[in-house]
């Protein structure tokens, strides 16, 4: 396997034969707690800016080799959107008042960020459909981390006032 589809891949989760956005989007949340941990949430959102930026670029430059549009073995774009999910959820989830905070933050986020991509609403599915090349496949997934991401601080924040 070469370089570019290691990256693209997220070292091969996204060769998975089945759900590898899923997987991928599993292997994003794992790599990320310990960057989380011992480098903290600033390193992660570098990280996030720097794959989303070469990603778009690989991506075109797959594409153009492959002759397939959004390929279902990359699974950077998953990788960028979790991530953008947990960059907004954990520092919500440290902040609340229950001591579980942590913990269901990165829950929420995989689930938050799984659910968006898949269901793919309004401008998220139109990103899909009709944006071509890199910026098409990782600008569905970047909104869904967005979104993912209010929708778990929501979640996080409401059962701070509720608990």
Same mark, same amino acid.
């Given at each position: 396997?070469?370089?570019? @589809? #290691? &990256?693209?891949?997220?070292?091969?989760?996204?060769?998975?034969?089945?759900?590898?956005?899923?997987?991928? /989007?599993?292997?994003?949340?794992?790599?990320?707690?310990?960057?989380?941990?011992?480098?903290?949430?600033?390193?992660? /959102?570098?990280?996030?800016?720097?794959?989303? %930026? $070469?990603?778009?670029?690989?991506?075109? +430059?797959?594409?153009?080799?492959? @002759?397939?549009?959004?390929?279902?073995?990359?699974?950077?774009?998953?990788?960028?959107?979790?991530? &953008?999910?947990?960059?907004?959820?954990?520092?919500?989830?440290?902040?609340?008042?229950?001591?579980?905070?942590?913990?269901?933050?990165?829950? #929420? /986020?995989? #689930?938050?960020? +799984? &659910?968006?991509? %898949?269901? @793919?609403?309004?401008?998220?599915?139109?990103?899909? +459909?009709?944006?071509?090349?890199?910026?098409?496949?990782?600008?569905?997934?970047?909104?869904?981390?967005?979104?993912?991401?209010?929708?778990?601080? %929501?979640?996080? $924040?409401?059962?701070? @006032? &509720?608990?």
């Amino acid at each position: 396997m070469d370089l570019q @589809k #290691l &990256l693209l891949t997220f070292f091969g989760t996204g060769l998975s034969p089945k759900a590898p956005g899923t997987v991928g /989007s599993f292997a994003a949340l794992i790599v990320a707690i310990p960057v989380i941990y011992f480098l903290g949430i600033e390193s992660l /959102s570098m990280l996030t800016l720097a794959i989303t %930026i $070469i990603g778009i670029f690989e991506i075109n +430059r797959y594409e153009n080799k492959v @002759k397939e549009h959004d390929a279902q073995e990359i699974v950077i774009d998953e990788v960028a959107g979790m991530w &953008l999910t947990l960059i907004i959820a954990y520092p919500i989830g440290v902040g609340v008042g229950y001591d579980f905070g942590v913990i269901l933050s990165f829950v #929420l /986020s995989f #689930l938050a960020f +799984r &659910l968006f991509d %898949i269901w @793919k609403p309004s401008t998220i599915g139109w990103i899909d +459909r009709k944006v071509e090349g890199g910026l098409g496949v990782m600008g569905d997934d970047i909104l869904a981390g967005l979104a993912g991401g209010l929708l778990a601080g %929501i979640i996080l $924040i409401g059962l701070d @006032k &509720l608990i």
